[in-house]
């Protein structure tokens, strides 16, 4: 099952962008990259997903490196409500993640 | 409603007790999955079923079983629940496209805790 790595912690203030990084170094030609986000007390949801090509849709855009070993979810404003942990996981093509790791976990402030 | 729904959202048990958590879905997805979460460990799967007939193991499923009853329901049970079980418990459900493009968007319950004592 290919990893993921990402910071523990990150803080933003509000109405600025945010740029969370994901390091997938082993990442296979197959593996999608997925971004999901757990708000407090809430089960995670999905945010956004991609394959080669940058992706942008109503939530967040999502930069990946062109040789795949990195992507970054940026968020174009930070509001309090994004405030949560934002998971970055690899979908085999069997469309299935052993393990979601332990997210960054987003503070934003007024 | 919610698309997925877990019940019970609450339950304090014993040690050695059976203990079943329930999910079912409105979404028509195949897949169904269950997920553990600790604090600061994040998700860890515990089992998945592709359909009705096809049930997997997970990371974690030792002292876990399923049933797939129907395409909307999977079940997971503790046999004989012990403390270390004590944890929040997600329910979740995909389909691997829509249309023809691939999602694998996976759509999560509210969760169920569990504490074991």
């Known amino acids: 099952d290919a990893k993921t790595t990402q910071p523990n912690s990150m803080e933003s203030n509000e109405e600025e962008p945010v740029h969370l990084p994901c390091n997938h170094s082993t990442i296979s030609g197959t593996d999608y990259i997925h971004w999901y986000r757990q708000l407090p007390s809430q089960g995670p949801e999905y945010v956004i997903h991609?394959?080669?090509s940058n992706v942008n849709n109503r939530m967040a855009s999502l930069a990946i490196a062109e040789d795949r070993k990195s992507s970054t979810l940026i968020l174009h404003r930070a509001t309090l409500r994004d405030a949560a942990v934002y998971y970055c996981?690899?979908?085999?093509?069997?469309?299935?993640?052993?393990?979601f790791g332990k997210g960054t976990s987003l503070l934003v402030t007024p | 409603d919610a698309d997925v729904t877990q019940t019970p959202r609450n339950r304090i048990t014993k040690t050695g007790k059976r203990i079943m958590l329930e999910c079912s879905q409105t979404k028509g997805h195949d897949r169904m999955y269950w997920y553990r979460q600790d604090p600061g460990l994040g998700l860890r799967l515990i089992y998945y079923s592709f359909d009705v007939k096809d049930i997997n193991k997970g990371e974690i499923s030792d002292g876990y079983s399923v049933s797939r009853q129907a395409q909307a329901k999977f079940s997971l049970s503790l046999e004989s629940a012990i403390p270390n079980q004590t944890a929040l418990y997600f329910c979740?459900?995909?389909?691997?496209?829509?249309?023809?493009?691939?999602?694998?968007?996976?759509?999560f319950g509210e969760g169920s805790r569990l504490t074991v004592l």
């Open positions: 979740a459900t995909s389909d691997l496209h829509s249309g023809t493009s691939f999602t694998g968007e996976l759509f």
């Open positions: 996981i690899l979908l085999t093509n069997s469309g299935y993640a052993l393990n």
């Open positions: 991609g394959l080669t």
